[in-house]
């Protein structure tokens, strides 16, 4: 995850690009700068894992490629992004770098908020009902590589939108197993998770 700040500023002038969940994350440790979490994947046992990085805020996409462009990690890399100002840099920029589309686009976790706690699974099936048609109109406009999608939002009818679009789909963020079966049977490509060990229980 990439935490962006000061894409208004001069380049001489900016912090560093670091490594991080969000911006709380960011602000309750010392972050990996991303420089120093790529050279880490220039190393075995990671020299051969794939990266995706997500970023938060748009404005800062030319640092991102350099980088990747520095260490020989195009190919290996996916940007994944809410922000379709950043989806079409990244193109522009670098044609044979992998794109994701991140939905829905949020600034914050709804769910940490008390008072939308009662109205949020309301809100969240309305978007499920929605988002096969959204993502049908969308993804050969924006042709991305993949989709990265909130799981509650997944459905069978997405997986298969998806996969008529030749575009992978990846839920975020699951962290049991129940669920993650689950999304397996619905058809995606992929899941998101804090707990790497879930995974050899699939």
């Not at 924006?142 to 998806?162: D, E, K, N, Q, T």
């Amino acid at each position: 995850m990439i935490w962006l700040q000061d894409a208004h500023l001069p380049l001489e002038q900016r912090h560093p690009l670091v490594v991080a969940h969000d911006w709380e994350d960011a602000g309750g440790r010392a972050p990996l700068k991303l420089t120093e979490a790529l050279d880490l994947f220039l190393q075995p046992p990671l020299d051969k894992v794939e990266i995706d990085l997500d970023l938060k805020l748009p404005g800062r996409e030319e640092e991102v490629v350099e980088a990747l462009r520095e260490r020989d990690l195009v190919e290996r890399a996916m940007v994944s992004t809410m922000e379709m100002h950043t989806l079409k840099r990244i193109l522009e920029l670098e044609p044979r770098l992998r794109r994701g589309w991140t939905f829905p686009k949020t600034s914050r976790d709804w769910t940490k908020r008390p008072w939308a706690r009662p109205v949020l699974p309301f809100a969240l099936a309305g978007m499920r009902l929605q988002l096969p048609g959204l993502a049908a109109e969308r993804l050969p406009r924006f042709g991305v590589f993949a989709m990265w999608v909130y799981h509650p939002l997944v459905s069978a009818r997405l997986a298969r939108i998806c996969e008529l679009s030749g575009v992978e789909l990846i839920a975020w963020t699951v962290d049991e197993e129940k669920r993650m079966r689950k999304l397996v049977e619905l058809g995606v490509d992929g899941i998101v998770s804090n707990d790497p060990r879930l995974f050899d229980r699939l």
